[in-house]
């Protein structure tokens, strides 16, 4: 009998560990990350003309029924967001001066939701937080006017950290 009830513990203590263990990677699994160029009409786009502006865009998806409660944002996009690099891989830029926000606390997700970071390279008040203009998705800055880029081919690399695991984000553009 004794050894009947210590069978029925283990087997109870090995089925809440996989559980949790499962439902820790089902989430994990279920957030979602799309990076996306737009246009000043809010359409993707990835061919511009020289005095275009270029929106970068990002949105991170919680297809969860639960909250996800994910690390500071600094710690989600890290200080590479949105970096503009030549063809050639020569280091151009970002669209923003500065980041600031919530360092320190956590970043919340609430569930089957999504969270979008905006940022444009050149000056766009009407994407920024009322009031504050050249401040925009409550974490970037801009500080000094850009000026438009010059004809050529251009990408923008990053990476982005969900928990544990990293999700690098790649994407090519045109000025004409």
Same mark, same amino acid.
């Given at each position: 009998?004794?050894?009947?009830?210590?069978?029925?513990?283990?087997?109870?203590?090995?089925?809440? +560990? %996989?559980?949790?263990?499962?439902?820790? $990677?089902?989430?994990?699994?279920?957030?979602?990350?799309?990076?996306?160029? %737009?246009? @000043?009409?809010?359409?993707?786009?990835? &061919?511009?003309?020289?005095?275009?502006?270029?929106?970068?865009?990002?949105?991170? $998806?919680?297809?969860?029924?639960?909250?996800?409660?994910?690390?500071?944002? #600094?710690? +989600? !996009?890290?200080?590479?967001? #949105?970096?503009?690099?030549?063809? &050639?891989?020569?280091?151009?830029?970002?669209?923003? $001066?500065?980041?600031?926000?919530?360092?320190?606390?956590?970043?919340? !997700? =609430?569930?089957?939701?999504?969270?979008? !970071?905006?940022?444009?390279?050149?000056?766009?008040?009407?994407?920024?937080? =009322?009031?504050? =203009?050249?401040?925009?998705?409550?974490?970037?800055?801009?500080?000094? &006017?850009? %000026?438009?880029?010059?004809?050529? =081919?251009?990408?923008?690399?990053? $990476? !982005?950290?969900?928990?544990?695991?990293?999700?690098?984000?790649?994407?090519?553009?045109?000025? @004409?």
């Amino acid at each position: 009998m004794k050894q009947c009830k210590f069978l029925s513990w283990m087997m109870a203590i090995a089925i809440a +560990i %996989l559980t949790f263990t499962a439902c820790s $990677d089902d989430e994990e699994e279920t957030m979602t990350v799309h990076f996306q160029l %737009l246009n @000043e009409a809010g359409a993707e786009c990835y &061919k511009y003309q020289e005095d275009d502006n270029i929106i970068f865009r990002l949105r991170i $998806d919680n297809n969860t029924d639960n909250a996800a409660i994910l690390p500071s944002v #600094f710690e +989600i !996009i890290g200080t590479d967001i #949105f970096s503009i690099y030549s063809a &050639k891989g020569e280091y151009i830029g970002t669209p923003w $001066d500065e980041l600031f926000g919530n360092s320190s606390g956590k970043f919340v !997700i =609430e569930s089957n939701s999504s969270a979008v !970071i905006l940022c444009p390279w050149l000056d766009a008040p009407s994407l920024g937080v =009322e009031g504050h =203009e050249n401040y925009y998705s409550g974490c970037f800055s801009k500080t000094e &006017k850009k %000026l438009a880029l010059p004809k050529g =081919e251009y990408y923008s690399k990053f $990476d !982005i950290s969900l928990k544990t695991k990293t999700i690098s984000c790649y994407r090519t553009f045109v000025i @004409e």
